[in-house]
């Protein structure tokens, strides 16, 4: 494990707390809310594919899969999802071929809050997803993602939910990140780099809830969240 280090006034690093860095080798459902942030040629696909393998596994409730350009067929991996699919549709409800997909307009928020909450009801599952990249493109004013955000943040957290969600960093102005990073548990930043050896994916770990913070270190090349056809 790369070293990571506990933030202090002094901005010293204090290398103690190793074990405690966040990857996707190790249990994020500790925490309620975590924002992924992939910039470059790092794929949202391919992440998300890790999250639900490496960050989740096998579990006795899958987790909820609210989606936006990621489309469900593309990381679906066996386990019985319930799925929403946070698309454009040009105004008309159109039925997805699998039976477990709902597709709901992106600036519906109100449609989207209402899937949340009924398809997590009764049973404590994570909700994984990129679906923010979608509602944030397609809402026009700042405020009215703030106010869905900040509920969305309140409802996980209230009940005690786990929701991992993905979010392309570069293609949204800079300030719209920061307010999805403002209420994150964890933020977990991804970015490709390019060296003589070929691309390579770098991973840094922002985990506010433990005051713990890492630099930039090469990501495990057999979990690593490159796609270049994707």
Partial sequence: MTPSSK??????????????AESFGEPLNRHRLVIVCVRGNVSVRETIRSILDNAIGRTDTPPLLVLGP????????????????????????????????????????????LFIERASQGENH???GDFLDNVIRSIGSPESFYTFYCQLASRVKLKKRTAILVIKE????????ETVKRFADVVLEFRDQDD?????VEMRTLNFADNIYTAWRPFADWMRPVSMSA
């Avoid at 019985?80 to 997909?101: E, K, N, Y």
């Avoid at 003589?196 to 390579?200: A, D, P, Q, V």
């Fill in 126 to 128: 994570a909700i994984v």
């Fill in 7 to 20: 933030f202090n006034p002094s901005g010293d690093a204090k290398p103690e707390d190793n074990e405690k």
């Fill in 170 to 177: 570069d293609i949204h102005d800079r300030s719209m990140v």
């Fill in 70 to 113: 990621t489309a469900p067929e593309d990381v679906s991996n066996g386990q019985d999802h319930r799925i929403g699919w946070v698309t454009f549709v040009d105004g008309t409800s159109l039925a997805h071929p699998l039976p477990q997909v709902e597709i709901i307009s992106p600036d519906n928020l109100l449609e989207v809050n």
């Fill in 196 to 200: 003589e050896s070929g691309l390579k």
